[in-house]
């Protein structure tokens, strides 16, 4: 057989082909290695390296034991990078359906976001749909952790607890007010991704994650659910346009329940009626009426120019100030400032107010809280207004002492009934607990022993609040009922606010309460026949559940 024989130019052509082309590949490997490795590094952390960030949790709110009314759960939230998608018919209606979307409004939206990097598939699903989604296996969907805030107590806190947007904002309430505490800060994190974008592996914790504080407020959820139920009864009983009421801890200040009715639920606000929102407790003024009548009797026993026994004469029954006439249910002649109390008499009232300095029952309602915030912090609180005591007519001045010519909220009319409650001492309102009250002293403690002692007989039989009694504990309290300004000019004739203002046991006061009905509908329209019925049934059951003794035991025999 003949060898096959290569010729010798042959070997010498491949060897000048050959030996260039691979002294060049290896002199680019040096120059790559050497020169270009940074720029080669950073286009591949550019493709595979990532900066994503780390969900943290919003701050939780508690009651004062620590039950929650608002808390963050985990959630998945879907995305896509539009670019990305691929162009499967079939394949994209079945994401579609997945989103619960029809296939004609989810490809709308990808037109929308043609030119964009992202798009939100579905902000904050449940497990089951983003289970659904990413087992579809669609390059360009993606998953992202997050937190939706969720409400345990519903309805029964709203008001007062509030709620977040989206992405955890505080929208209202003290959801709102308390978002420098609530708020979380995420972290941050380097990882590496795959070609399709799948996370493979975490490399690095840039900033870690800070979560919001809890804050504990000082409602105790016992009493709040008992107060909405009540409250709502009654507003439904009697037809009410409104109604609220506020219990406190009379020895601190302490908001214990708030509660307005109508009311929304903040875990579903889809078709959220606005009206709704309102923490009309806090927000809505109303003018006081009869119930600001223990308060301006407090003023007259301050200022050293009236005692308790001391007779009043209320006598023809009416009063004329320049063309106003002040008018009592009828003439109760000469009454002590107990029975000004019981039989509610405007004419009495007057005259103890109209023989002080001008502008002493201003002074000191200014000294209640009248006229200011109560300090809560609330957004949106109100102020209520009180008119200035620099020439005050005397028929202002009359007026005022009766709780018509001025406005307040209820938090207002309850921080002014602690000072009956706590010795004459005058707390800031608090919805968060409080462990070191502050106090200011506004009346005698024998002055406002004296009122407390006169305004037990109001809820006794003969007085006009004798729906507001408690079995076994002495109250003291006081209605109210006033004629609701009109729209334009005036009052509305036949429309009323019903109140009751109330402290118990009286002997030692624990508890204060108010309570407001607006509008309510029907023959019972006066704060005794609708409000105090709220006030026993709220606050009777409330003394039991916080263990405190009665105090009127000849009346359980």
């Known amino acids: 057989m003949n060898s096959l024989v290569v010729s010798p130019w042959r070997l010498r052509f491949v060897a000048l082909v050959i030996i260039p082309l691979l002294l060049l590949l290896v002199g680019r490997l040096v120059h790559l290695h050497l020169f270009e490795r940074e720029f080669l590094k950073r286009q591949g952390d550019v493709r595979t390296l990532r900066v ?10 508690t009651d004062r034991h620590g039950e929650p009314l608002a808390i963050s759960s985990p959630i998945t939230t879907l995305w896509a990078n539009p670019s990305q998608l691929p162009q499967d018919g079939p394949l994209l209606n079945a994401l579609a359906k997945a989103l619960d979307e029809t296939p004609s409004d989810f490809f709308a939206r990808l037109n929308r976001y043609a030119n964009h990097e992202f798009m939100y598939l579905k902000r904050q699903v449940m497990p089951d749909v983003a289970e659904a989604v990413m087992a579809l296996k669609i390059s360009g969907v993606y998953a992202q952790d997050e937190y939706k805030r969720y409400y345990p107590a519903g309805e029964v806190a709203a008001h007062l607890v509030g709620f977040t947007n989206v992405d955890e904002q505080g929208q209202e309430g003290l959801e709102l007010s308390w978002e420098h505490w609530l708020k979380a800060t995420p972290g941050r994190k380097r990882v590496l991704k795959d070609l399709k974008g799948r996370t493979v592996r975490n490399l690095a914790v ?16 016992r009493l709040q659910y008992l107060a909405y139920r009540e409250l709502k009864a009654v507003v439904d009983q009697h037809q009410a346009v409104s109604g609220s009421i506020i219990l406190l801890d009379a020895r601190s200040g302490e908001v214990l329940a ?3 009715q109508p009311a929304f639920n903040p875990n579903n606000r889809n078709f959220l009626d606005l009206s709704k929102l309102r923490n009309r407790a806090l927000v809505d003024v109303f003018e006081p009426g009869s119930v600001i009548k223990p308060l301006s009797i407090a003023i007259a026993l301050q200022s050293g120019l009236f005692k308790a026994d001391q007779l009043i004469d209320t006598a ?12 009592d249910a009828r003439n109760y002649g000469e009454i002590t400032p107990e029975g000004i109390l019981v039989h509610s008499s405007n004419v009495g009232v007057a005259r103890m107010t109209l023989a002080l300095p001008e502008n002493q029952l201003i002074d000191y ?19 209520g207004v009180l008119p200035g005591g620099f020439g005050i007519t005397r028929t202002s001045r009359a007026t005022l002492s009766y709780g ?8 207002q009319l309850a921080q002014a009934y602690m000072v009956l409650a706590d010795h004459g001492r005058l707390h800031p309102l608090s919805l968060l607990k409080v462990n070191d009250p502050v106090t200011h002293q506004v009346f005698d403690p024998e002055v406002v022993a004296a009122v407390l002692e006169m305004m037990e007989k109001v809820v006794q039989p003969g007085g006009t609040g004798t729906r507001a009694a408690i079995k076994g504990y002495r109250v003291a309290g006081k209605t109210g009922t006033v004629h609701k300004l009109g729209k334009t000019d005036g009052y509305e004739s036949g429309d009323y606010i019903a109140t009751f203002a109330g402290i118990a046991p009286a002997s030692d006061p624990r508890l204060v309460a108010v309570v407001i009905i607006d509008s309510p509908k029907g023959q019972e329209y006066f704060g005794g026949q609708v409000a105090a019925p709220v006030f026993g049934r709220v606050v009777g059951h409330a003394l039991r559940i916080l ?10 025999e």
């Open 547 to 556: 263990d405190v003794p009665p105090d009127n035991l000849e009346q359980m």
């Open 365 to 383: 309602y200014g000294e209640l809280g009248f006229g200011r915030s109560t300090g809560t912090g609330f957004p949106g609180e109100a102020s």
């Open 316 to 327: 023809p029954g009416r009063m004329k100030l320049g063309n106003r006439i002040i008018r």
């Open 206 to 221: 840039l900033q870690p994650p800070h979560p919001g504080q809890t804050l504990t407020l000082s409602l105790d959820m």
């Open 404 to 411: 018509y010519g001025l406005s307040m909220t209820l938090g």
């Open 258 to 260: 708030m509660v307005n």
């Open 52 to 61: 994503e960030p780390i969900p943290a949790n919003r701050g939780m709110i």
